[in-house]
């Protein structure tokens, strides 16, 4: 029996159009809108001004706070202007849109190909190697990577857990990264194993991708303490929470992080970002995204850089078809719908998904029949369809007491649900009160 | 280029709908269809069509004429209530009786709730036991199987199995004397003995147990936990006195425990939500069945038990909850 987690969970259709594609480089963009907001926490604070010549690699805004990250110029070229533009959240946010000319690298990034397998720097230095890098967890969270590895007093570290699930069907970028920068990933978590300090990584892998899991495990007989895992396909597998559980059988406590119980989980792209940034002196300004979708012509995994429009990886991978219904930023299951394709790729990007008109719309709510399916696949163990009531009728002690902020907004139970009911946006909604009442509580 | 729809993940759906679900418990009712026709012929016919049509012809009348909301006939859920309550009857009951039957349980079970998703209780099930109360005659006048095939009102009537243990116990007769005077286990499990239209069959009811648990329309916890509670509750007074308690394969093979625990006690609406609470809420009816038979005045309890425990399901629901990720603590070894 292949190890998965302990409750709940989906299978939705794989869809993956796009594997085995191999990574092509798009070309560098005309120009770049780097949103000064693509994490989780505070936003970063430019360090350019319109008018200013800068390269590739360069720092053009800096981390505000201890969970924030720095971003670096992806162009080489001159700053346009620093300006509102239309992000893939829908809103209005700075970015720092920057004019290109030609391609020049900051002389410090090591462009070659040579896989440095000696690690030099000391866990400190590599902890701050990866916070000057800019490195945010890739698999979509974006949350501070230097943050995961700082591993905070008190608490021990007992095992590195690598995320190759890629559970959200369509998305192929982890994947093709797995199989051509395999050996740069196992020096990547050798980075992350020392600056955690622990002799044992663990590499989640589904077995919907056996190539990976075989070219991986033949890699890490070279890398000691690196074992691969393979993981019976189920989504949402690549949730911390759940990977954790899936691979060592341990759960996270109600509202604690993984280092409670002894883990820190990194993505597989997230690892080869910081074999760049110790290795190679490269800070994150690029990133391979997944371009899919059932009608693309041409689906593809781009190596992008930072703040390139979408509308330039979809027309090369085709063109928009006809059909598109809907465009999503990240997979079907927890990606996000996007009102413009001229909206710029971020860090946080791991995938373009185009729908055909006739996918794009929800089916018809109907009365709930109380079938009980949205609670068995709810891997966090709540009720959905009562999280859904007290969030409809604003009963909000209710909601907490039936713990709402555990929902890690998988949308197994919305994508399940027979009648159609749609039970995560309302869940949605109780959580952001909920939470609200709770920070004005400890305030 | 066309405008592109904005909404909240996920983008996609399983797929599944009210309807298929439906649809799926009246597939896995087939069988057992088919045994009632074979076994009770035309009386069996004109209960199950009556019923269906009449549950059907209810909600849309309610819908349309009282209620003016939109029709929901197309789901598959009257119908499939009218085949419950059908399988719940004698293959000779009057057509006149069958169609109040239909009316409690859409007209009261079910819509005087909101419809469906809202009832408390089972509608089916409603609507026996008010036809059970009100005409206990006409509703425990049992056709014999096969001889009764070509027969309707006009059908040769016997007792159950249940009713002939019942009143041999109270006669002071033994349960050995008692088991040669029904049919043997083997001809119980296919259904060859008297009984309401669609209970009588117990393979063909477990037939469509495994197909229902194969397309995932329920989880085995109902159906195990009642199986299981009567098994064990009627083994152990068998234990303490194999003559005056029938044992186990009696009670589970007889009268409407399968039909019941697979098809009654399973009904979404009325049902539990956890795991854990569709568990305790199988054992309460299977407990509920056993002391009914066994020390109660009627010969059969399965109906009033579940009916019973339908309105425990709230208090289920409040106080037992699914199991929840992180509450075993396993945390690091210091």
């Known amino acids: ?443 | 280029m066309n405008r592109l729809t904005v909404s909240p993940s996920p983008h996609v759906h399983s797929g599944d709908s009210v309807k298929k679900n439906m649809y799926g418990v009246i597939i896995a009712l087939v069988p057992a269809l088919a045994a009632s026709l074979y076994y009770f012929g035309l009386g069996a016919a004109i209960v199950t069509i009556t019923a269906v049509v009449s549950c059907v012809f209810f909600e849309w009348a309610i819908q349309k004429y009282l209620l003016k909301n939109d029709s929901t006939i197309m789901d598959g859920s009257a119908a499939l209530t009218g085949l419950l309550l059908a399988f719940n009857m004698p293959s000779n009951l009057p057509i006149w009786i069958i169609i109040i039957g239909s009316l409690v349980a859409i007209g009261i079970g079910k819509m005087s709730f909101g419809g469906l998703g809202n009832n408390p209780f089972n509608p089916a099930l409603v609507g026996r036991v008010f036809l059970l109360i009100s005409f206990p005659v006409q509703m425990t006048l049992w056709p014999k199987p096969i001889v009764s095939q070509a027969h309707y009102l006009d059908a040769e009537t016997g007792a159950t199995p249940l009713s002939v243990m019942k009143e041999g116990l109270a006669n002071g007769e033994t349960v050995s004397t008692m088991m040669s005077k029904i049919p043997s286990y083997t001809e119980l499990f296919f259904g060859n003995s008297g009984g309401s239209a669609g209970e009588i069959a117990a393979a063909a009811l477990l037939i469509g147990l495994i197909f229902m648990l194969i397309r995932k329309i329920i989880t085995w916890h109902i159906p195990v936990a009642v199986i299981g509670s009567i098994a064990v509750f009627t083994g152990i007074l068998h234990l303490v006195n194999p003559e005056v308690y029938a044992g186990p394969l009696f009670h589970l093979l007889t009268g409407g425990v399968m039909l019941g625990a697979i098809f009654m006690a399973t009904d979404y609406v009325s049902s539990p939500m956890a795991n854990k609470g569709m568990i305790i809420y199988g054992i309460g009816i299977g407990v509920i069945t056993v002391v009914i038979r066994v020390f109660g005045a009627y010969p059969e309890g399965v109906s009033f038990a579940i009916l019973i425990m339908n309105g425990f399901v709230p208090l289920i629901d409040k106080y037992v909850k699914p199991k929840r990720f992180g509450e075993v603590v396993k945390t690091a070894k210091a």
């Open chain 1, 1 to 443: 029996m292949l190890k998965t987690f302990s409750l709940g969970g989906v299978h939705p259709a794989e869809n993956k159009f796009s594997a085995g594609q191999k990574i092509e480089v798009l070309p560098v963009p005309e120009q770049v809108s780097v949103p000064i907001a693509q994490h989780i926490g505070a936003p970063s604070e430019p360090v350019v001004a319109k008018g200013d010549e800068v390269k590739v690699g360069q720092l053009i805004a800096k981390s505000t706070g201890f969970v924030s990250a720095n971003i670096h110029s992806p162009v080489s070229g001159k700053v346009f202007k620093i300006d509102d533009i239309i992000d893939a959240s829908g809103y209005k946010r700075k970015a720092i849109i920057i004019k290109t000319e030609g391609d020049e690298w900051d002389e410090s990034i090591d462009r070659s190909e040579d896989l440095i397998t000696e690690i030099t720097a000391t866990p400190e230095e590599i902890i701050t190697k990866v916070g000057e890098a800019g490195i945010v967890g890739l698999g979509g969270a974006t949350f501070p990577a230097h943050v995961k590895l700082s591993v905070p007093p008190g608490k021990t570290c007992e095992v590195l857990i690598l995320n190759g699930v890629e559970c959200e069907p369509y998305l192929t970028a982890d994947h093709q990264l797995m199989m051509e920068k395999g050996d740069e990933i196992m020096v990547g978590t050798q980075i992350l194993m020392k600056a955690l300090k622990v002799d044992k990584a663990i590499i989640g892998i589904e077995n919907n991708k056996p190539d990976a899991i075989k070219h991986m495990s033949e890699l890490a007989g070279k890398y000691p303490g690196i074992t691969i895992q393979p993981l019976k396909v189920q989504y949402p597998q690549g949730g911390e929470k759940q990977l954790i559980d899936a691979c060592i059988g341990r759960q996270i406590p109600s509202g604690k992080l993984p280092i409670e119980v002894g883990a820190v989980v990194q993505n597989v792209g997230t690892t080869l970002a910081v074999y760049e940034a110790v290795q190679k002196n490269k800070p994150l300004f690029e990133r391979v995204v997944t371009v899919t979708g059932k009608s693309v012509s041409k689906p593809s995994n781009f190596l992008a850089r930072v703040g390139t429009p979408l509308n330039q990886l979809i027309d090369a991978a085709g063109g928009l078809p006809e059909d598109t219904g809907k465009v999503i930023g990240g997979g079907p299951m927890m990606g996000k719908a996007l009102s413009s394709t001229e909206v710029p790729i971020t860090k946080g990007s791991s995938g373009i998904l185009i729908m055909p008109d006739e996918m794009a719309k929800r089916g018809k709510t109907e009365a709930c029949i109380r079938c009980s399916k949205c609670v068995s696949v709810c891997p966090m163990g709540l009720s959905p369809y009562l999280l859904m009531t007290v969030s409809d009728k604003a009963i909000w002690d209710r909601a907490e007491e039936e713990k709402i902020m555990d929902c890690i907004e998988c949308g197994s139970c919305s994508f399940t649900c027979p009648a159609n009911r749609p039970l995560l946006d309302y869940i949605r909604l109780g959580k952001g009160k909920v939470g609200q009442i709770m920070r004005s509580r400890t305030k």
